[in-house]
């Protein structure tokens, strides 16, 4: 599941749950895999529990950890087209970007000068968020934001270089300073806690003792499992948790919201990312939540990959 603040930090969560490094869910090569090898080494070099020697060894191989993390980077940015090129396969030119970075990374997806990429490097599919990364002397924080997203652990970001000032390019790299749907934003002002019921139960009418459970472990409590109803407010709080909280039972907590006729307490974000994840990317379900999204040109432009950046 797609981390709430970075896979370094799921691999220092797993350590201190005992975890270890042969628990890495990751592909062997992508930066999801290497950035959880990287905080769980950072975790287990933190935590005290390594004699002198062996903690030596292991700041050696956090080093060379980061090396790699860096290299990782650096090997995808390669492989990407220069930001004219795109902008040649999109019909708009880079000097029209700024304000458009949702629709210029879906637009680019769309054109097929990104395949080649995917083919080496994992599926993308468009995300939105906020974001929350470097940011050239003056700009305001707290920016709105829309970018491509593999579930392999990397961003491509065609837009990036409209918050830092620098020369236009396309950027790939890890997801620390991609906010999805806003999530880290929205924890910082809503209750950690899940709140008591509220008003009316609503029946759940599940039968699977194991989905059931579900419920309970995101909202700490066991009424669910021994009523078998939630309340809306519950449910509310429940769906507009992160997805790394909800897990691998988000597509459950989604799909009982819409059989109960309560579709709208879902997060559009959430939805999107839920079903691009399982089921590939659909054009035609991007444009029902977005509708300023223009179409892209079906012929496949040749795709020009030297670029400093």
Same mark, same amino acid.
């Given at each position: ?202 029946? !759940? /009418? ?9 419920? &309970? #472990?995101?909202?700490? $409590? +066991?009424? *669910? ?20 909280? !909800? /897990? ?9 919201? &819409? #059989?109960?006729?309560? $579709? +709208?307490? *879902? ?43």
């Amino acid at each position: 599941m797609r981390p709430f603040i970075s896979h370094a930090q799921t691999g220092a969560d797993a350590y201190l749950r005992g975890q270890n490094e042969d628990g890495n869910p990751h592909g062997e090569g992508t930066i999801a895999r290497i950035e959880w090898l990287r905080g769980h080494l950072a975790a287990k070099v933190e935590s005290g529990d390594l004699g002198e020697d062996d903690e030596d060894c292991a700041r050696v191989y956090l080093g060379d950890t980061e090396i790699e993390a860096n290299r990782a980077a650096s090997r995808l940015r390669l492989d990407l087209p220069t930001a004219t090129a795109v902008a040649d396969a999109i019909g708009l030119p880079v000097k029209e970007w700024k304000g458009k970075c949702f629709a210029v990374s879906v637009a680019a997806l769309e054109s097929g000068i990104l395949d080649d990429f995917q083919e080496k490097h994992g599926t993308l599919f468009p995300a939105y968020g906020m974001y929350d990364g470097p940011l050239a002397a003056g700009r305001r924080q707290f920016n709105r934001h829309g970018w491509l997203e593999s579930v392999e652990g990397h961003v491509v970001d065609p837009t990036r270089w409209v918050f830092t000032d620098e020369y236009p390019h396309l950027w790939a790299g890890r997801i620390d300073d991609y906010d999805l749907g806003g999530m880290r934003l929205r924890s910082a002002h809503r209750p950690t806690v899940a709140p008591g019921p509220e008003g009316m139960p609503i029946r !759940l /009418g599940i039968n699977d003792r194991k989905d059931i459970l579900a419920f &309970d #472990r995101v909202l700490r $409590s +066991g009424s *669910v499992s021994s009523t078998g109803m939630i309340s809306t407010n519950e449910l509310h709080w429940l769906l507009t948790c992160p997805l790394e909280q !909800l /897990g691998q039972d988000a597509d459950l907590f989604v799909r009982t919201a &819409d #059989r109960l006729g309560l $579709s +709208g307490l *879902v997060p559009v974000d959430t939805r999107l990312w839920l079903d691009f994840a399982t089921n590939g990317y659909d054009p035609a379900k991007l444009r029902v939540a977005h509708r300023d999204i223009p179409e892209t040109p079906r012929d496949k432009p040749a795709a020009t990959t030297f670029s400093p950046f």
